[in-house]
Each structure stands twice: as C-alpha cells, then as structure tokens.
Nanobody, 124 residues
C-alpha cells in the first residue's frame, strides 16, 4: 500500500525552478524523510533528508540548489529545486524511515517506505 504520494513534477528549462511535494498519512510519523532520484540506466541517488528535529543533510550534487523542508501540519515534505540543469532530469522519489537520518544521505540505507515517483525533465 502506497503511503507517500509525490506531486509537482514536470518540465522546465535549464535555470528554472520546481517544487516537489510528498504527502504522507496523518496517522504515520516518520522520523526521517528524504528525496531520491533515479536517472534512466543508473542507480538511485540520495539527494536530501530531514529529521523530525529539523536537521537537514544534502548530497554534494544538489547542495546550494535544492532545499528540503517539511510541514507537519500539512503532512507534507517538500523539495525546492532551483538553478535546475539538464542533468537533473530524472524520476524523483520521496522516502521515509522511523530512525535518525544518517548524516550522509548517500549512504543512508534505512529508507523502507517509498512513493511511486514523479518525473522531472529539464531542457537545455
């Protein structure tokens, strides 16, 4: 049963912005939530994570361009993506787990709940 639902994807020109949203059930409290992406033919890549206490972790590939945030009142996780590049084109996924986030999102293997993903396409 899918518990995480992403929205906000689409197509944008290079240099533009998009904001992804991930709605999660009100009845579930995930301590760590994060965003991943997968480019066709490549392994899934961790981008950003956020603990319940507000601690945020970013992969070097998106640091300074992407911002993760969470609105517990709206049960929604966000990913603000600015200065988008064609190489950001991928399917983006929201994920969660009940433990403290690893300080390095790229090595955090604890995520056990995933959304279906949403496509983001950045044209040159």
């Amino acid at each position: 049963q899918v518990q995480l639902v992403e929205s906000g994807g689409g197509s944008v020109q290079a240099g533009g912005s998009l904001k992804l949203s991930c709605k999660y059930p009100e009845s579930v409290s995930y301590y760590c939530m994060g965003w991943f992406r997968q480019i066709l033919g490549r392994e899934r890549e961790g981008l950003a994570s956020r603990d319940q206490d507000g601690t945020r972790n970013y992969a070097d590939s998106v640091k300074g361009r992407f911002t993760i945030s969470r609105d517990n009142a709206e049960n929604t996780l966000y990913l603000q993506m600015d200065s988008l590049k064609p190489e950001d084109t991928a399917r983006y996924y929201c994920a969660a787990h009940p433990f403290v986030c690893d300080s390095d999102i790229t090595r955090d293997t604890q995520f056990n709940t995933w959304g279906q993903g949403i496509q983001v396409t950045v044209s040159a």
